[in-house]
Nanobody, 125 residues
Framework: QLQLVDSGGGLVQPGGSLRLSCAVS????????IGWFRQAPGKEREGVSC????????IYADSVKGRFTISKDTAQATVYLQMNDLKPEDTAIYYC??????????????????WGRGTQVTVSS
């Protein structure tokens, strides 16, 4: 059974930093892709960042380029999203999700299948 548990959200001031974690089980991070999504109230779900399966490249939404970094620790079966220089518009519930290795580029956002429960990130002074 594929499972993902995301965590690490909280309340931070504008300009602050936060690192989200996604602990996975039931699949191999060397094979499957992983994406981070966010959803703010009244808005559609947005793909934030991802890496493709089987050595696929990383992709970042324009709104977070230069501020967010996706990484993984395969030995610990954990994916991270380091978020720096946070802005109020980053406020949302953040989710990690898995992508079947059938898909090469990881920005095929509609194809993600297993999801974490979500973790709240609030950026406010």
């Amino acid at each position: 059974q594929l499972q993902l548990v995301d965590s690490g959200g909280g309340l931070v001031q504008p300009g602050g930093s936060l690192r989200l974690s996604c602990a996975v089980s039931g699949f191999d991070l060397n094979v499957y892709g992983i994406g981070w999504f966010r959803q703010a109230p009244g808005k559609e779900r947005e793909g934030v960042s991802c890496f493709g399966g089987r050595g696929g490249g990383t992709i970042y939404a324009d709104s977070v380029k230069g501020r967010f970094t996706i990484s993984k620790d395969t030995a610990q079966a954990t994916v991270y999203l380091q978020m720096n220089d946070l802005k109020p518009e980053d406020t949302a519930i953040y989710y990690c999700a898995s992508l079947d290795p059938l898909y090469g580029k990881c920005d095929q956002w509609r194809e993600y299948d297993y999801w974490g429960r979500g973790t709240q990130v609030t950026v406010s002074s």
